[in-house]
C-alpha cells in the first residue's frame, strides 16, 4: 500500500519536473513565496508535494550539479509521509532529504536533520545551504567544528530560527534541557518542535536510545563509599554472591548476608542504607557489566571516556549517571571525578517523540522494524535501489577458537591485498583493531587505523579506503555517513573487499559493515570470520566455552555455526529487552517532566500566582506544621516562624507551652495575615508583586525539581537489585517515584511559602528585579 502510494507521488513529480525544467533561475526561485502563500491560505503540503519536489529536483541540479535520482525522490517522498525509509549505503541520503526538509520548511514551522557526528552535520549544511539559499530559505548547522565553545543562547537562536537546522542527535538532546533551564523567557531559544529526519536512524533510536542525555550541575558531597564498595565487589563469587542477566547485576541471598556481614549491618535493604545499597550496585556493575575498550576506554590523561555501542566513537563529554562513572573510576585506579547532581534528563526516545512528525533513514533499518514501531509507532519502507547490488557476500567462516579465526582472517587479508584490491577490515572493539594492526605490521602489510582513540581523522582515512592497495583497519564505527570511492583501476579487481573479524552485537550491524561495499552498483566482497571466543559468543556459557576451547573438543561446522549465531540472537534479543526497560522506567519520568516543564512555561510567559493561593499555602503549612507533632515547645514554634514566615520574631510566641494546639493556629493564622499584609504593602504595584511572586514559585519549583530528577537517577540503579528481593524493579521504581513525586508537591508548596515571606527583592543597574532567597 505505502509503495503504491509514494510511486504514484513520484509519477506526478516527475510530470511536475518537465514544466519546471524551463523556468528562469528568478521564477523558480518566487516559487517559494507562491508556495508559503497557499500554505498560509490552507493548503495541505500533501497536495504541494509534486511540485516543491520538482521545485528542488531542478534547484539541486542548477546548484549542485546532481539531478536526484528517482530512488532518491522515492525515498524523499517517503520522509515527508514519516515513514522511516530503509536506503542502501551509497544512495545519496544527503541529497534525498534536501526535498522534505524543503517542504516541510515552508510552514515556517522548525525543520531539522539529525545525524550521527558533528562532521557529517557540519558537512551536510555547508554542501546542501546554497540549494536553499538559492531557494529563498536560511539553513544552518547547530554544531560549528571550527570553534571550541558552543555557541550563547543568542547564537543558538539564530541557529534553530533557521528555516532548516542539521545538527547532531546528542547536542539537539543537551539543546533541548538547556532551553528548559531557563529562568527568563527572552533567553529561550528553541522553537516548538515539528519535523525531524533522522539520518543513520537506527543508530540514534536503537543502538543510543538507552544511554540517556544528564545535565549535571550543583555538585554532590563526594562520597568515600566508591573506593571501600569498589574493593568489597572484588572479593565476591560469581553465581554464589551474585547473578548477571540480561545485562543487570544483583546480589543472591548468600551476597546480601555477606554483605551485611562484611558492612556490620543488619539489613542491606533498609532505608537508612540506601547510599550503601547504591554504591555497590554501582561497583557491580562496574565491574562486571562495563567492559574496558568495549563499553569506554582510559585516555592517556588518565580519564574514563565512553563509546557508542553502535559505533565505537567517543562521546565526548558525555559522562554515566547516576554515580557509575565514578565507580568506573574507581575500578580503573584513576582519579574519581566530582559526581555532580543530575539537574536534567531525557531519552532520545522521549525526545524524538516530542516531534510531530518524525521520520528517519538508515540502509539497516528494516532488520528491527517490529521494534520501530512498537515504541516509535513508526513503519519502515524500503526503498529500491538505483543500480542492482553487485557485491558478493561469501559466506561466514566459523572457528573453535580466536588464534584459528585470526590467522585465516590475516591470510585472506594479505591474500587481497596482493592483488592490489582494497581491504577494510572491521571489527567489534577497539582492543580487536589493535591486534590486527599488531599482527599488520608484523606482516609488514602498510594500513590505516580508524578506532575512538583517532575518530579525528575519520573522514580521510574512509575517503582514501578504497585506492588500490589500500588496507584501513576498523572499529564498528567504519565511517557511516561517509561514503568510499573506489579509485582507478579498483572495478577491474573486484572492488573494495569487506573483511569482517567477529560476530557482531547484532545482524544490522554486520549488514552496516557490509554495505561499505558495493555502494552504487560497484562490484565488491564481504566475508565474516567468527569463533566461539567472540564476546558475542559468551551467552553460550562457560561450559560450553571449556568445552570445546580449552579442551578442544571435536565439534561439526553445524553445531558451531549454531552457537555462535544463537549467541547474537540471544545478545540481540537482551538488547531488546534493555531498550524496552529503558522504556518503561522513562515513562514516569516523561508524565513528571512534561508537567513540570509546562508548569515552568507558563511561569516564564508572565504566569504567577494568585495572592489567595499564597496564603492558603502559608495555612496549610501551619497545619503540616502542627500536625507534625504531638506536643510542640516555644523552641518548635520559634525555629517553624523564623524558618517560614518572618526573620523578626513576635513576643506572641515567646511563652506558649500551655497555649493548645487550636489557640496556637489562630495565633498563626492572625501572625501570617499581618507579615502578608506588610509584604503586600512593600511592593509599588501589583504588577511588582506579581514578579516577586512568579520569581519565588519558579525558584521553588527548579530546585524541587532538581533534587527529584537527581533521585530518579539514582533510583534506577538502586531497583535493579531488587530483583533478588523477589521485587519487581520497574513496578517498584514506578511506585517509589509516584510517592516522591507527592514528596516534590509538598516540598514546593513549603518552599513556595518560605520565598515569599522570607524573600528579599532588589534592583539590578538595569532596573531589573531580583530575589534574595532565604
Known sequence: MANTRIKKELKKVKRELASVRGLSDDALRMKTKEFRDRIARGEPTRRLLPEAYAVVCEADRRILGMEPFDCQILGGIALHYCY????????????????????????????????????????????????????????????????????????????????????????????????????????????????????????????????????????????????????????????????????????????????????????????????????????????????????????????????????????????????????????????????????????YQNLFLLFPRLSGMSGTIADAKKELYKVYKKRVIVIPPNRPLKRVDKKDRFFKNAER?????????????????????????????????????????????????????????????????????????????????????????????????????????????????????????????????????????????????????WISKRKLKKLINGSQKTQEEQAVTQ?????????????????????????????????????????????IFLNGKRRLTTSDVTRYVLDNLSYNLDNRFLQIDLIKKKTLKKALIAYINTVWREKRNSFSSKQEMKEYIRLCVLRAIDDAWVEQVDYLQQLQYVVSGWATAQRNPVFEYHREAYEAFIRMEKTIKREIVRNIFLGEKAYSKSGEMYVSFP
Open 84 to 347: 522511516l525509509a530503509e536506503m542502501n549505503t551509497g544512495e545519496g541520503k544527503t541529497l534525498t532529504a534536501t526535498m522534505p526538509l524543503y517542504l516541510n520548511a515552508l510552514t515556517g514551522k522548525s525543520t531539522m536533520l539529525v545525524t550521527a557526528n558533528e562532521y557529517l552535520a557540519d558537512r551536510d549544511a555547508k554542501e546542501m545551504g546554497p540549494v536553499y539559499e538559492f531557494l529563498g530559505m536560511t539553513a544552518r548547522s547547530g554544531v560549528n567544528m571550527e570553534q571550541s565553545e558552543g555557541a550563547n543562547n543568542e547564537g543558538k537562536r539564530q541557529i534553530y530560527d533557521a528555516d532548516i537546522v542539521y545538527t547532531t542527535h546528542s547536542t539537539l538532546g543537551f539543546d533541548y534541557l538547556l532551553n528548559n533551564l531557563v529562568s527568563k523567557a527572552e533567553e529561550r531559544f528553541m522553537r516548538e518542535f515539528y519535523y525531524v529526519i533522522i539520518d543513520e536512524a537506527d543508530m540514534v533510536l536503537m543502538d543510543a536510545a538507552t544511554m540517556p542525555l544528564v545535565i549535571s550541575g550543583i555538585p554532590r558531597v563526594q562520597s568515600n563509599l566508591y573506593g571501600i564498595t569498589d574493593f568489597f565487589v572484588t572479593t565476591l563469587q560469581p553465581n554464589r554472591d551474585y547473578i548477571e542477566e540480561d545485562n543487570s547485576v544483583w546480589l543472591t541471598d548468600e551476597g546480601v548476608a555477606y554483605a551485611e556481614r562484611y558492612f556490620g549491618i543488619e539489613k542491606f535493604y533498609a532505608a537508612e542504607n540506601f547510599e550503601l545499597n547504591r554504591h555497590v550496585t554501582l561497583a557491580m556493575k562496574a565491574h562486571i557489566s562495563m567492559e574496558r575498550d568495549k563499553d569506554y576506554v582510559v585516555t592517556e590523561k588518565g580519564e574514563v571516556s565512553l563509546l557508542d555501542n553502535g559505533t565505537g566513537r567517543v562521546l565526548t563529554g558525555m559522562k554515566l549517571r547516576g554515580g557509575i562513572h565514578q565507580a568506573i573510576e574507581a575500578k580503573e585506579k584513576v582519579k574519581i571525578t566530582q559526581e555532580n547532581r543530575s539537574v536534567a534528563s531525557v531519552t
Open 405 to 553: 579465526q585470526y590467522d585465516e582472517a590475516i591470510r585472506e587479508v594479505i591474500r587481497l591485498h596482493l592483488t592490489g584490491q582494497p581491504v577494510l577490515v572491521v571489527t567489534s572493539t577497539i582492543a580487536d583493531t589493535e591486534l590486527v594492526s599488531r599482527v599488520l605490521i608484523e606482516k609488514q602489510v602498510a594500513h590505516s587505523v580508524l578506532n575512538a582513540n583517532n575518530a579525528y581523522w575519520e573522514a580521510q582515512i574512509i575517503g582514501e579506503a578504497g585506492r588500490r592497495g589500500t588496507v584501513t583497519v576498523s572499529s564498528g564505527m567504519a565511517g557511516r555517513g561517509t561514503d568510499i570511492r573506489l579509485g582507478p583501476g579498483v572495478k577491474e579487481l573486484g572492488g573494495l573487499a569487506v573483511i569482517g573479524i567477529g560476530r557482531m552485537a547484532n545482524i544490522r550491524l554486520e549488514r552496516q559493515a557490509r554495505g561499505r561495499a558495493g555502494r552504487q552498483g560497484d562490484p565488491g566482497s564481504s566475508q565474516f570470520f567468527v569463533s566461539l571466543e567472540d564476546d558475542v559468543a559468551s551467552a553460550v556459557g562457560e561450559r560450553v566455552l571449556e568445552k570445546y576451547v580449552d579442551k578442544d573438543r
Open 579 to 623: 531498550r524496552r526497560s529503558s522504556v518503561d522506567y522513562d515513562k514516569v519520568v516523561k508524565r513528571q517532566r512534561t508537567m513540570m516543564y509546562e508548569v515552568r512555561n507558563r511561569l516564564l510567559d508572565g504566569g504567577s500566582l494568585r495572592l489567595r493561593m499564597v496564603q492558603t499555602l502559608a495555612y496549610e503549612s501551619v497545619d
